[in-house]
């Protein structure tokens, strides 16, 4: 191999571990179905599910649930339903450092997008961050009323731009 060859070689592997991949995380909720469900439909119950998860597929190259009970969840996972909240774990440090842990491991580092309130957001954000992840909370300061409809305006404009861009 010549020396051009080992170049453009070590240029696409310098390429690959520094593309990085907008993830967005969703909150888990109380209103849940009953049973075991793919996560991705366990929470379908809430309006405000519904809204956060059209806003990651809108938004988001990739997106997980975070979930009270079971961490860091992949919409594709089958999970039982529950009742826990963030503000029932006895550590809530400790639960989003096995979240940024979990994350990093599957992406690696990127953008993040917490969608969680207060009780799901604080204890992730400076852990994500102490692992390099580029963290933005969009939803902090606003009641539920206006992350809702923050969620369906920045989705529709997100899809909007993509039939129309």
């Known amino acids: ?77 089958v999970v039982e339903s529950y009742n826990t ?4 774990l006895s550590d809530s440090v400790a639960w989003a450092r096995r979240i940024a842990a979990d994350l990093s491991n599957r992406v690696g580092r990127g953008e993040v997008i917490l969608l969680g309130g207060t009780d799901y957001a604080d204890p992730l954000e400076p852990e994500l961050s102490r692992r390099g992840f580029e963290v933005s909370l969009p939803l902090t300061g606003k009641g539920i009323g206006e992350r809702m409809s923050w969620l369906d305006n920045r989705s529709e404009e997100v899809l909007n731009a993509t039939l129309h861009g």
């Open 1 to 77: 191999m010549g020396v051009t060859t080992l170049s453009l070689m070590f240029l696409e592997i310098v390429c690959e571990f520094m593309r990085s991949e907008k993830v967005v995380l969703v909150q888990c909720t109380n209103s849940k179905r009953d049973g075991r469900h793919k996560a991705a439909d366990l929470y379908d119950e809430s309006p405000y599910f519904r809204k956060q998860r059209r806003f990651a597929r809108a938004v988001g190259d990739r997106w997980f649930i975070q979930s009270a009970k079971y961490g860091l969840v992949a919409p594709q996972n």
């Open 85 to 88: 909240h963030a503000s029932d």
